[in-house]
């Protein structure tokens, strides 16, 4: 890839050209002008002749594909960059090969107070249980470490670490060999988090962001809250964000609101929204999702944190004082809980308040025909994750373990969503699984459950567009004129249109449709690759050499 050697400004005046620019302003662009931070025009390649003599800085693609910069809806940006540069047991494929990155890591980094992982997931391994605390007692030598689920929902910990706990033993959550939940669980994590120094917590925000940036993301919604991190962790990323080169973050905060004093606390933080990771409920890897039968491997129905008089008084407080609510709602209960709670507010306040304040679900695997409906009734965005049926969805996913064959297909409906007009936001929920915007689009387009899959044209806007429409921004996240110059360049293979329905997808890539096209998607190909990604204008990552 080519380009002039100018100085970069986010105020000079750019003409890209020789590509495929993704925009439904022209389905066959090849080119776009950029001005003061802002796509100027899209248009053909013969057009672009006009452009050439007045601009600051000529881009030639050399066929590659821009699009939007694709937006990550629900991050946890610190805890990615410790997973990023710390211990990281997703790949782990047994509890023996578990323990052995324990003791190397543990070997490797003598000097950190408190040893940090993640990503551990006992369904994967053949021993189908996590560490005992004995065994990560020897692992460690004897040393504090905390090592969350990948779920993040519950945690196995050294007997160092119950210590720094003074209590711990006394609280909700806590079982003397089994994987700490609740309030335990929050405790240890707050003692864990609390030994990392601002300075190792800076480098994992910047690790984090580089990662995001060199994957076309270009801005990410941090989703933060007193029972995830601190505030210190929250206010502390905002200011690295404002202040240096990168994605965008957006801040929610997850913390119940009854009054005025607590929106504009909410306000003061520098967060768009009580929203996130308000919990409702858990996980069902954890079996703390809130049912409304038993679990197919527990005899009990998880745990619910917030019931509809608790969801009522927060949309209520928050649609008063113009704030965006929210909450994380897995379970059939959970959403049933949620969205009784929204029809309460709405009938004290009027539906068309509630629907204008675009309050969001996080997560919401488990719908009915009821909670699609009361979705789209009150505007609710429906934040999800596709990479978590790609991960342990199908018949014999830890979905189907946790709530048998039946109830697991019902999971993750997004193209129940889509026709019933709910609003999609895509993300990754960073460090839960990982960012990869292709392989999220790739993962609804190729549900596990075929009649859930959507057309990637329809997953690609849910993981551009959906994520600025979230956050109340109708005017970005395409590439059309006027709206903010956020985008990035890739390496692909032939563009094609990708449909559930072929006859659906014969239509689209006739010419007169005016569809443009998308990367092949199909699983086992190659996923595009990131060549640049630009924010507001302004260059955040380069690919080496090209």
């Known amino acids: 890839m080519t380009e002039s050697t100018a100085p970069q400004s986010e105020h000079r005046t750019v003409l890209l050209r020789g590509g495929e620019v993704h925009s439904p302003a022209d389905p066959f662009a090849t080119a776009m002008v950029v001005e003061r931070g802002h796509v100027a025009w899209v248009g053909s390649e013969g057009a672009a002749d006009a452009f050439a003599a007045g601009v600051d800085e000529v881009i030639d693609l050399e066929g590659a594909l821009v699009t939007p910069a694709f937006t990550d809806a629900h991050v946890h940006t610190t805890a990615t960059g410790l997973a990023l540069t710390g211990l990281d047991l997703s790949r782990a494929d047994s509890l023996a090969d ?31 249980r996590p560490p005992f605390r004995a065994e990560l007692d020897e692992a460690t030598g004897g040393r504090p470490l905390y090592l969350p689920r990948i779920d993040v929902h519950s945690a196995v910990v050294t007997t160092a670490l119950l210590d720094l706990v003074p209590g711990v033993t006394g609280r909700t959550g806590y079982h003397p060999d089994a994987p700490l939940t609740a309030a335990a669980h929050h405790a240890v994590r707050a003692a864990a988090h609390g030994a990392i120094t601002p300075q190792q917590r800076a480098a994992a925000q910047r690790a984090a962001l580089a990662r995001a940036a060199s994957l076309g993301i270009g801005s990410v919604h941090e989703c933060a809250g007193p029972d995830i991190s601190d505030e210190d962790d929250f206010v502390s990323l905002l200011a690295l964000a404002e202040a240096e080169a990168g994605p965008r973050v957006v801040g929610y905060w997850a913390e119940r609101v009854a009054n005025a004093k607590d929106a504009q606390r909410i306000r003061e933080l520098g967060a768009i929204g009580a ?34 008089a608790d969801v009522a008084a927060h949309v209520a407080a928050c649609t008063e004082a113009g704030l965006q609510a929210g909450f994380h709602a897995i379970g059939d209960a959970a959403l049933t809980a949620v969205t009784e709670g ?45 990479a978590f049926d790609a991960a342990w969805g199908g018949d014999t996913g830890m979905y189907a373990q946790r709530l048998g064959v039946d109830r697991a297909r019902t999971l993750n409906p997004y193209a129940a969503l889509l026709r019933a007009g709910v609003p999609l936001a895509f993300g990754s929920d960073s460090p839960v699984t990982p960012l990869d915007p292709w392989g999220t689009v790739r993962a609804a387009a190729f549900h596990r459950t075929p009649a859930h899959r959507v057309s990637v044209r329809a997953a690609f806007t849910a993981h551009t567009r959906g994520g600025w429409r979230a956050v109340g921004r109708d005017d970005a996240g395409v590439l059309v004129p006027g ?64």
């Open 98 to 128: 578990a323990l052995r990155l324990v003791r190397e890591h543990s070997a490797a980094h003598r000097a950190d107070k408190v040893l940090l992982g993640h990503g551990w997931d006992a369904t994967r391994w053949p021993e189908q």
């Open 275 to 308: 929203a996130g990771d308000l919990f409702a409920d858990g996980s069902l890897g954890s079996h703390t999702a809130c049912l409304h039968t038993p679990y197919a491997d527990a005899a009990h129905t998880g745990t619910a944190h917030l019931d509809a």
């Open 342 to 386: 929204i029809r309460a507010a709405a009938d004290s306040l009027g539906l068309a308040r509630v629907r204008a304040a675009r309050h969001r679900v996080e997560h919401a695997e488990m719908f009915t025909p009821e909670t699609i409906a009361a979705f789209a009734e009150f505007g609710l965005t429906a934040s999800v994750q596709p």
């Open 483 to 546: 709206a903010p110059a956020d985008y990035a360049l890739w390496r692909t293979g032939e563009l094609v249109v990708q449909a559930p329905d072929d006859r659906v997808a014969r239509w689209s890539t006739d010419p007169r449709s005016g569809t443009p096209g998308l990367p092949d998607l199909t699983p086992g190909g190659e996923l595009p690759v990131c060549l640049r990604t630009v924010v507001f204008g302004r260059t955040v990552f380069e690919r080496p050499n090209e």
